[in-house]
């Protein structure tokens, strides 16, 4: 925390703030399955850059730190959810969990497949055809290789045709058609 504050400091993150908070939100929020707490993980992402700022703003691409941080987070928040799952399993049987006042249909059959997919074909996916990151870009976010990012967006592309069913082409149109509903409905349309 050894971020010195003065005017420009602090005018330069609030600025960087502005920039991605909604963008952060939305990450969170397609990486997690959970547009309630997204807005709390971007939050949190933006409170430790800013105790990390000088790091941040000397990064060659402090987006894609900030997307690495936020990808971090819902890592740990998916563990912890799947933790604490198979703890109540212990004693309660499992129950299919079903989404009240659900969004548009498509959307949400997006959102249950990408749902399924473990965490890093996932995030690639979501980096690559929701926010359309280049490859480099979603290895930069994800701290992984270029390699990683392909290998781990075409297994999870294919896995995504199968869940939903729908023709190769069509499901970048659906993963991306999902993240800007979500970010309309979710966090408020792009704050």
Known sequence: MG???????????????????????????????????????????????????????????????????????????????????????LFWSQREERAENPDVAGVVDVREALRRLPFRKRACVVLRHAFDLSERDTALALGVSVGTVKSQTSKGMAELQRLLGTPSPEVPRRVHAAHAAWGEAAVGGGR
């Open 3 to 89: 971020t010195v504050v003065d005017g420009s400091t602090a005018a330069e993150f609030h600025a960087f703030f502005e920039r991605h908070y909604a963008e952060l939100s939305r990450l969170a929020a397609l990486l997690t399955g959970e547009a309630d707490t997204a807005d709390d993980l971007a939050a949190d992402a933006l409170l430790a850059l800013w105790h990390r700022w000088d790091r941040v703003r000397a990064a060659e691409h402090p987006a894609a730190y900030a997307r690495g941080v936020v990808a971090n987070l819902a890592r740990t928040r998916i563990r912890s959810a799947v933790r604490e799952r198979r703890r109540i399993a």
